[in-house]
């Protein structure tokens, strides 16, 4: 990435190297549509052990950048703020009857059981609770929202308030996921937002973020609804 300062790189190669893999494999599967071999009708199972393999190593070679990671503080705020983001995520069911979300990444795509089975749940459940959180965190709240306050967001310290800053990674987040999930992404990001600035740790937010993927992960198991995931 030219014309940015390695913190800068640190920051957003991961996210968009990330996106670019999911956009990758919409393009595969438009393409594989009606191929009978799973590799192109289904790239999901593919793409996304290769997002764990590609953005983890980024986080590795990176990490001397991430010092802020290092900050641990407010993590009791963050698991709240992580279960009330799970209840935003699937209260449209439980008050409103929303039909159940069925379609999406199956583990027992290769077998109900045995290796292939568990090798699919351990890969999806790092990808979801590890993976995600920190490439997202450090996008959303370590980079842009302090890059809207000012533009070396090296020099402003994490959790700086703004109402232009709170209002746009708020709004932004949700072009992240699905058009049906904006309400609830958008609340998830607002608080993903309060985390930051009442803990001023960008630990707090990974581990927020975490917590919420982690139940959600175990509600899909639990209802086999793999389109929350």
């Avoid at 790189?9 to 393009?27: I, Q, S």
Wanted: aromatic residues 20%.
């Amino acid at each position: 990435m030219i014309g940015v300062t390695p913190h800068e790189r640190a920051n957003l190669a991961p996210f968009f190297v990330f996106l670019g893999l999911l956009l990758f494999g919409e393009v595969i599967k438009s393409i594989g549509e009606g191929y009978a071999h799973w590799g192109w009708a289904h790239p999901q199972y593919w793409i996304f052990p290769l997002q764990i393999l590609v953005c983890g190593g980024m986080l590795l070679h990176y990490r001397k950048y991430y010092a802020e990671l290092k900050v641990c503080r407010g993590l009791s705020w963050a698991v709240v703020a992580g279960v009330i983001a799970l209840g935003v995520w699937i209260a449209p069911q439980w008050l409103f009857g929303a039909p159940a979300r069925v379609d999406g990444f199956q583990p027992h795509f290769f077998g109900p059981d045995g290796w292939t089975y568990w090798m699919n749940v351990i890969a999806r459940f790092f990808r979801l609770v590890v993976i995600v959180p920190i490439v997202e965190e450090l996008f959303w709240r370590g980079f842009l929202l302090r890059y809207i306050v000012r533009e070396d967001f090296e020099n402003v310290p994490f959790g700086t308030f703004t109402w232009k800053s709170f209002l746009i990674v708020s709004v932004a987040f949700c072009f992240e996921h699905n058009r049906p999930d904006w309400p609830a992404a958008l609340v998830t990001s607002v608080l993903y937002n309060l985390v930051a600035y009442r803990t001023r740790s960008l630990l707090a937010c990974v581990v927020a973020h975490a917590v919420t993927n982690l139940l959600l992960g175990f509600y899909v198991l639990k209802t086999q609804q793999w389109g929350f995931w």
